[in-house]
Structure formats: structure tokens, C-alpha cells
């Protein structure tokens, strides 16, 4: 047998040890991490490229003195002039408060009219795929192709609605209601959809359980039903205000901002001004300060709605 003995001096490696499991597990979460934003650059590129890039050059447009001749665009220095002119304006101020309108109005009505089709579907024991798909195709059309369609029922020739509802589009407070009426023709199957799928998930416990103690149905809902169904109507809500501020298509394919310049969009108020009235610097302004208010909305709106939640508790 060959010998174990050590010779003098000698020292003895210690045996080789694997790596902790928790550094081995944080090492692959970094390869992971780095793997994932490998394949997510593309897609983050042609972000940048497509979105981020023209937002930021909207706001350096909004600051900036814009000469526009038959060569092209040139800039002559910074100026708040672009902001000036856009508050002292009067379209501004009706745009604004049009817009305003607009968004409460529909997105209220939408909401309503959503969840009491949402609740209607959800206690359909048959053909509830039926009725989903034909909610649905409102919501699947192309805006610019449900103006069209619509600007066919409200025409004051041929249309359907004409004997019912003469001139429509003819005067500011009608086509505005009319814009309404179209826009939550398209847009409450999504609320539907949505607070549909808030009801599915409650748990149909709590709802036999106020059957037994004898809740009223009205009971129920204002008890157990909407408090449950708070967050997924925020998102709703949070979705369909996004859209309704931003409204460009439907209004302009209907009635072009008129009569007048009566339901002229901040969106609509902002194309005229930088591709019809060719005046950039203000038109950009006009852009910017949309999109800066969208964004306070949104986050006024989130920080409310997370306080609610969080302070508010389903009654056993």
C-alpha cells in the first residue's frame, strides 16, 4: 500500500468547495437580467426612436422662436413666447374647456352603462360568448371607420337618425352630444370587458353568504359588489381618460372642430395650428401642455385612488 504520510513541509489543499447557493442563484439572476434587456434593446430602439425622440423634440420646439420658409424650418432662439400666446388665446381656453367636458361626460356615462352591462353578462348562464362578440365589434373598428360610419347616420340627407334627429351636427351643443353618443357606442364594450373581468374574479362566496343573511340585491352590490370592483374601474377609468383627453379622430373626421371651432379638440387645436396655420412654435406648445396635463391628471388620479383603496374594507 503506498504511503498516507505527509513529508515534512508538505501542506494539504483544502477540498474544493461549490459556490453558496445564494450566490450562484444571484449570479444567474444578473445572467438572466442581462439576457432580457439583450432581446428587449430592438424593441426599446425603435421606441426611443418612434416615440421618445418626437417628445422630446416637441418640447424643444415648444421653447424655441420657429422660422418656417420654402427651404424648410429654422430655430432663432429660446422663448417663451410659443406659452404666452397659446394662454392669451381664446381657441385655447374653449378647447380646454371643451375637452374637459368631454372626458367627465363620457367617461362617466361610459362607466355607468359599462358595468351595468358587465353585471348583466356576468349572470348569463348562456350565450354570454354570444353577446361578448357582438360587444366587441363597436370596440374593434378603427376610429377613423366608426366616424364614417356615423357621419352616414347622422347625415342631413340620408341619414337614419335624420327623421329623429334633424341636423345633428349643425349646431355646437347637438354634434357635441352627438360626438358624445358615437364615442360611447365605441368605447363601452371596453369598460365592459374590463369590469366584467373584475366580477369573474370575486369570490361567489361572499355573494351566497348575503344571500343567506338576506341582503337585497341592491344591498349587495353597494355593499360587496362595487367596493370589490374599485380597482378594476380605476384602471378603466384611468384608460378611458387617457383616450378621451387625447380625442383627435373621431371629432375631426365628424365635424372637423365645428361649427366653428365649437368641438375643436387641444389635440385638433394643436394639428390646425402647426399644419394648417403653419405656426409650429405655438403648436407644440399646444402639444406639450396636453400632454403635461394628461400626465397630472393621471397622477392626481392614481395617488387618490391608491389612498381610497388602501383606507377602505368590505364589510363582513
Known sequence: MASTELAPGEVVAPPSRAAPPKIRREQIQRQY?????????????????VTIAPILFAIFMSF???????????????TLSNYHTMVTAGLWHHALWWTTLYTVVT??????????????????????????????????????????LWSYIYNA??????????????????????????????????????????LVMIPRELFEAAEVDGASGWKTF????????????????LFRVLQAFGLFDLP????????????????????????????????????????????????VFLRAFKQQVGSEEVPA
Open 33 to 49: 437580467a442581462r439576457l432580457g434587456w439583450t432581446f428587449a434593446a430592438p424593441a426599446l430602439a425603435v421606441v426611443g426612436i
Open 64 to 78: 424655441e422662436k420657429v422660422n418656417v420658409t420654402s427651404a424648410g424650418f429654422s430655430f432663432s432662439g429660446a
Open 107 to 148: 367617461v362617466a356615462v361610459e362607466m355607468v352603462i359599462g358595468t351595468i352591462f358587465a353585471l348583466v353578462l356576468e349572470r348569463l348562464t348562456a350565450g354570454r360568448g354570444l353577446m361578448m362578440a357582438l360587444l366587441l365589434i363597436p370596440w374593434s373598428l378603427i376610429t377613423v371607420i366608426s366616424a364614417e
Open 157 to 198: 340627407s340620408y341619414g337614419i337618425l335624420n327623421g329623429l334627429w334633424p341636423n345633428a351636427l349643425g349646431t355646437p351643443f347637438s354634434a357635441t352630444v352627438a360626438l358624445m353618443v358615437a364615442d360611447a357606442w365605441k368605447t363601452t364594450p371596453f369598460v365592459t370587458i374590463i369590469v366584467l373581468a373584475g
Open 222 to 237: 353597494w355593499r360587496i359588489t362595487l367596493p370589490l370592483l374599485r380597482p378594476t374601474i380605476g384602471i378603466a377609468v
Open 252 to 299: 375631426y373626421v365628424l365635424t372637423n372642430g365645428g361649427p366653428g371651432t365649437s368641438t375643436q379638440s387641444l389635440a385638433i387645436l394643436a394639428y390646425n395650428t402647426m399644419f394648417t396655420n403653419i405656426d409650429f412654435g405655438p403648436g407644440a406648445a399646444v402639444a406639450v401642455s396636453t400632454a403635461v396635463i394628461v400626465v397630472i391628471m393621471c397622477l
